[in-house]
C-alpha cells in the first residue's frame, strides 16, 4: 500500500499496547509494496526498541502466521517469525484491520539490491530446506494443494469481456482497458496455453512439497548483514516445486543465466518438469493480470496505488518481462 490508511497514529498506538503490552512512542507509515489490503509500519518502543507492523485488511487466514513460526522454530534461518500477542497468538485485531508484528530488520529487497554470488548460492539452500521441511499433520491439513484451478484464467476472460463492454469514467481503469484490448491477442493466448498445461499436468503425479508461492523479488529481503529472509507466507500451497522454481528466471530481474546457475548450485541436483515451469510462469501473469483488473476495473479507489497498479499490469508485456519468459520456458518444451 502506497497511501497511508485513515487510521490515525495514536489508534495504532493505543492496539499496539492493549494487545502487545507495547509501549510505542512512534508509529511510521511505510510507503511499500503492491498488496493494496496490507499497510505497514515502523514502530519504535520507549526502550529505542524497532518493531516492523503489517495491517491487513479484508480476509486473514492465521496459517501466514502459525506457518513460518513452525519453520523458524525447525531452524529454518531465512524466515521472520511474528512476535505472540499477549493473548500468545502471532496477531491481534484492531479495527477492520489484523496486525501482526515483527522484530524490525533493516534490509533491501530483492527489487532494490542485486544478490551476490554467496547470496544467490545462499537463497538456493534455504529454498532447498523449505521444499524439503516435513510438517506437523495438524498444520499441513491447513494448507491448500494444488488443484490447477481454472479460477484465474475464467477470471481474465471475463475482464477480457468487460473491457470490450464498458466505458470506464475513472482514467486509469479506462487506459487499462484500452492497454488490454490493444492486447487483447496476447492474453488469449496466455490463457489458452496454461489451459492446455494445466490438462496436462493434471493427469500426472508429481511430488508436492511446501511452496511460498509467491516468490518474487519483493519477498526476499537482504539484511545489512547479508543473510537472506523469505518473507509475506500469504498463500503457502502444498504443490510441486516448480510453483516456486518458476520465478527463479521467469522475472526479469531474476533472469540471468549465470546467477540462475548458482541458486540451482545452492539448492542442489534437482529435475526440473518444463511442462509444470512453463504453466507456473503463464499463472503468474494470469494471476498479475487478475489481480490488478480486480482492483482497477472493480474499484474507483486507491490513489497513488492505482496508478502503480496499472505499471505493474503494463510491464508484463515489455520485451525480456514475464510473458516473453513464460514462452521461452515453453519453447523448451519443443510442443
Partial sequence: MLEKPELEDRVIINGLQKAYGLQAEQ?????????????????VDEGGRVYFLKLRKGNFDEISVTLPQCLKDQGLRAIIAPLDAQDGKGWASLDEFTTILYPFIEAKDGYKLALSDRQWLDFGSALKRI????????LSRLIPFET??????????RFQAQVEEINFKDPVAAKLAAFMKAKRDEIDQVVRRAEELAVGLQTGSPAFVLCHADLHPGNLLIAEDSALYIVDWDAPLLAPKERDLALVGGCNTWNDDQRVALFYQGYGPVEVNRAAMAYYRYERVLQDIAAFCEQLLLTDI?????????????????????????RQADAELGV
Fill in 27 to 43: 508509529v511510521t507509515f511505510l510507503p511499500l509494496g503492491a498488496d493494496v489490503a496490507t499497510a505497514v509500519y515502523r514502530v
Fill in 148 to 157: 490447477y484451478s481454472p479460477l484465474g484464467r475464467e477470471m481474465v476472460k
Fill in 131 to 138: 521444499h524439503s521441511v516435513h510438517l506437523p499433520p495438524g
Fill in 302 to 326: 486507491g490513489g497513488e496505488d492505482r496508478e502503480q497498479s496499472y505499471c505493474y499490469f503494463a510491464s508484463n508485456f515489455l520485451p525480456g518481462q514475464e510473458i516473453e519468459l513464460a
